[in-house]
């Protein structure tokens, strides 16, 4: 984490991932960021976020086009808007998976050589073939939970927004989830009860 002249503190790419949602927002906006220059800055008035935004949503198929799709952004977020700050380290979500790959793999490996006891070479190569798809779903399952902050917001016009982000190191994770509670706090002394949408 980078400390500039004055009070800002920013994240810089090589500390700080702005993760890509795998589920789709229901009842609120999501931001869905690409590439690897996004940077996250803690000022004393407002969260702002600087990255190429993804702005068309083709039920998943933009992340195969994702550079051509984003545009760079910078996104302004004053910390009365600020909804719900959470950092989700989600281990158990991560360890299930993992586990149930494997009981998967156990269960199909011997529901396999028992159905074909006399023909091994059979039970291979059916374990060859779909050992690796399970094992990339697996994976694509194990990428789509990782660890991060979940930030809620509304946006001026008053739309529920959230976008995620993870910061690599835990020393940075610890300072800036400080820093962060300390401006929220300080913000709210000076946001008058329904006014927060006007910041």
Known sequence: MRREAGPVVKLTPKQVKLVYPFLPG??????RFTGRRNTVHLQETALVLEGELIRFHYLG???????????????TIPYSRLIRVKYKSRRFLRLFVVLSFVLIIGLLS??????HASNPEL?????SGGGPILGLLCWVMFRAILPGFAVTFRAR?????????????????????????????????????GQENRV
């Not at 011997?110 to 159905?115: D, I, Q």
């Not at 039970?123 to 374990?127: C, H, V």
């Not at 008053?158 to 976008?163: A, I, L």
Request: glycine share 4%; charged share 30%; no cysteine.
């Open 157 to 193: 016009d008053g739309t529920k927004t959230r976008f995620l982000f993870q910061v690599k190191k835990k020393p940075h994770r610890k300072e800036f989830g400080e820093r962060l509670r300390e401006y929220r706090a300080a913000a709210k002394a000076f946001v008058v009860p």
């Open 123 to 127: 039970t291979i190569l059916l374990l």
């Open 110 to 115: 011997f529901g396999l050589f028992s159905r």
């Open 26 to 31: 229901i009842t609120s906006r999501v931001l």
């Open 61 to 75: 198929l933009e992340r195969l086009f994702a550079r051509a799709l984003a545009e760079w952004t910078t996104i």
